[in-house]
C-alpha cells in the first residue's frame, strides 16, 4: 500500500519554495545528461532516494501494530520527507488548486515525463507510477504557459507520437490541444510523414483532433479514425501478386 504525501500545514509541503525544491532533486535534472557517467550518477541517488522511501514507509507500516501515536506520527512525517527526494513522491501531489505556471514542482514534474518519455525503460525499473504521470500530463494540459515550458510540452508530445504507444500516452492529446500552433502542427505533420507506421497513425490522429476540438478523446474516436485512415490508404486498382 502506498500513501499519497499529505498536503499538511506542518509538513510545509505545498508551501515550499524553488531552493528547497531544488536542494532535494536537484540532482535529478542528471537523469537527462548527455555525459553517460552523470547519468548513470543520477540512477544510483535515484536508486538510493527511492529505496530509503520504501524503508521509511515499511517503518511507518510497523507502527500500526502498536499503540503509539506519537511514533506513528513521527514515522509519517519521516516517510513524506523521504518520498519528496525521490522524483517520484516529490512531484506525486501538487497543491489542490495551485496554479502549475506558479508551481515550484513544474520542472520536476517536466523532467519526469521528458525522462519518461526519452528513456522509458529506466523509468519503468526506477520510477514507474502510471497514475503520476497520467496526473502529471493533466495538469500540463493548460494555455498559459511561458514560451519555455510550451516548447518543453511541443517536444514531449512530438516524442510521444513518434514512439511505441505507452500506458496513460493518450491523456497528451490534452496537451496537445493546449498548446497548439504552427510550431506543433509542423512537427505533427512531419511525424505524419514518416516511414514509420505508428508515427504516420498516430501524428494523423492528434492532427485530427486538434481540427475538431468538439471531438472527445476516445478508444470508439480512435478506432473510427483508424478505420477510415486505413481505407483511405488502401489500394483502389487491382491486387497483384
Given at each position: 500500500m502506498i500513501y499519497r504525501v499529505k498536503r499538511e500545514a506542518e509538513t510545509g509541503v505545498g508551501v515550499d519554495g524553488a531552493e528547497l525544491w531544488h536542494e532535494r532533486l536537484g540532482w535529478a535534472f542528471g537523469l537527462l545528461a548527455s555525459d553517460p557517467?552523470?547519468?548513470?550518477?543520477?540512477?544510483?541517488?535515484?536508486?538510493?532516494?527511492?529505496?530509503?522511501a520504501q524503508g521509511a514507509l515499511d517503518r511507518y507500516h510497523r507502527t500500526w501494530r502498536r499503540r503509539f501515536w506519537p511514533?506513528?506520527?513521527a514515522a509519517l512525517r519521516n516517510y513524506q520527507e523521504a518520498a519528496l527526494r525521490s522524483l517520484s513522491g516529490g512531484v506525486r501531489?501538487?497543491?489542490?488548486?495551485?496554479?502549475?505556471?506558479?508551481?515550484?514542482?513544474?520542472?520536476?514534474?517536466?523532467?519526469?515525463?521528458?525522462?519518461?518519455?526519452?528513456?522509458?525503460?529506466e523509468w519503468t525499473r526506477h520510477a514507474k507510477e502510471w497514475g503520476?504521470?497520467?496526473?502529471?500530463?493533466?495538469?500540463m494540459?493548460?494555455?498559459?504557459?511561458?514560451?519555455t515550458?510550451?516548447?518543453?510540452?511541443?517536444?514531449?508530445v512530438e516524442t510521444v507520437v513518434q514512439r511505441p504507444y505507452r500506458c496513460k500516452d493518450r491523456a497528451y492529446v490534452r496537451v496537445a490541444r493546449a498548446v497548439d500552433g504552427d510550431d506543433l502542427r509542423g512537427r505533427l505533420e512531419a511525424a505524419s510523414r514518416s516511414d514509420d507506421p505508428w508515427a504516420c497513425r498516430h501524428a494523423g490522429y492528434v492532427l485530427h483532433l486538434l481540427d475538431r476540438p468538439?471531438?472527445?478523446?476516445?478508444?470508439?474516436?480512435?478506432?473510427?479514425w483508424l478505420?477510415?485512415?486505413?481505407?483511405?490508404?488502401?489500394?483502389?486498382?487491382?491486387?497483384?501478386?
Open positions: 557517467a552523470e547519468r548513470a550518477a543520477a540512477l544510483v541517488r535515484l536508486a538510493d532516494a527511492e529505496r530509503n511514533g506513528r506520527r501531489d501538487r497543491p489542490a488548486g495551485a496554479d502549475v505556471g506558479t508551481w515550484p514542482g513544474l520542472p520536476y514534474a517536466l523532467l519526469y515525463l521528458e525522462w519518461e518519455a526519452r528513456y522509458p525503460q503520476t504521470k497520467e496526473s502529471l500530463i493533466r495538469d494540459a493548460v494555455a498559459h504557459h511561458d514560451e515550458v510550451r516548447t518543453k510540452l511541443v517536444e514531449l468538439e471531438l472527445p478523446n476516445t478508444r470508439h474516436v480512435w478506432r473510427s478505420a477510415a485512415a486505413s481505407s483511405e490508404r488502401a489500394p483502389t486498382g487491382p491486387a497483384r501478386g
